[in-house]
């Protein structure tokens, strides 16, 4: 795999109004593949060490340069809106976990389910 930038685009909706509506762009790089994976994510001026593996019950999602971290469920890593969901709860901003979890997305996208090796290594 070629270790590229990934450019990738956010939208985080108003409930208000449609006005309100932000859209901002991230990068993401893949800095290791193996598990656990690692990415570099830049957006809205943040930069996060994401890392996603698994371990004797399920996956985790870890970002340490902000004391975040949760467990994901299976088949979670593959749903966008619930990996936003659990860094939010987690203590994230809902705009910084917005721009990490559509960094994921725009990782598989890139290259298939390349995290789909956490799903089946964890069941």
């Not at 994976?37 to 996060?48: K, P, T």
């Not at 990996?83 to 976990?97: F, M, R």
């Amino acid at each position: 795999m070629e270790t590229t930038e990934i450019t990738y685009s956010c939208t985080c909706l108003s409930y208000s109004s449609i006005r309100n509506t932000m859209k901002w762009e991230g990068i993401v790089s893949i800095l290791n593949q193996d598990d656990p994976h690692e990415f570099s994510v830049r957006a809205r001026g943040c930069v996060f060490h994401v890392i996603i593996g698994s371990y004797e019950y399920g996956l985790y999602i870890c970002i340490p340069n902000y004391n975040i971290g949760c467990d994901l469920p299976n088949g979670m890593v593959t749903d966008s809106y619930r990996i936003a969901e659990c860094l939010t709860v987690a203590g994230l901003s809902s705009i910084n976990a917005i721009s990490i979890a559509n960094a994921l997305r725009a990782v598989r996208w890139r290259y298939g389910d390349l995290l789909s090796v956490l799903i089946k290594s964890s069941l």
